[in-house]
């Protein structure tokens, strides 16, 4: 889980900006992207663990501080 981008928190804007900033740039520099795990949620939404060049999404992104594990209950940010 990412923080929002709309949130008024300026810490935690700040955060999700750095997020996607990260994502963009991993995405971009790709040369292989896996979708695995593939389901959906309460609502229906598509959902999936990702990895990019061989690179767990989450995983990378929970290490650099980014993002934050989720199991579908409540929000921690």
């Known amino acids: ?3 929002e981008l709309n ?3 300026e810490e935690i804007k700040s955060i999700a900006i750095k997020a996607k900033e990260e994502l963009e740039k991993l995405l971009l520099n790709a040369k292989n992207i896996t ?3 593939l ?3 309460k609502y229906f939404r598509l959902l ?3 990895k990019i ?3 767990d999404v989450a995983e990378y992104m929970i290490k650099k501080g980014l ?3 989720y199991d579908g209950g409540k929000k921690v940010w």
């Open 67 to 69: 993002a934050k594990e």
């Open 1 to 3: 889980d990412t923080p």
């Open 39 to 41: 389901g959906r949620d």
């Open 53 to 55: 060049d061989n690179v």
């Open 35 to 37: 979708l695995y795990n």
């Open 7 to 9: 949130d008024k928190r």
């Open 48 to 50: 999936s663990s990702v």
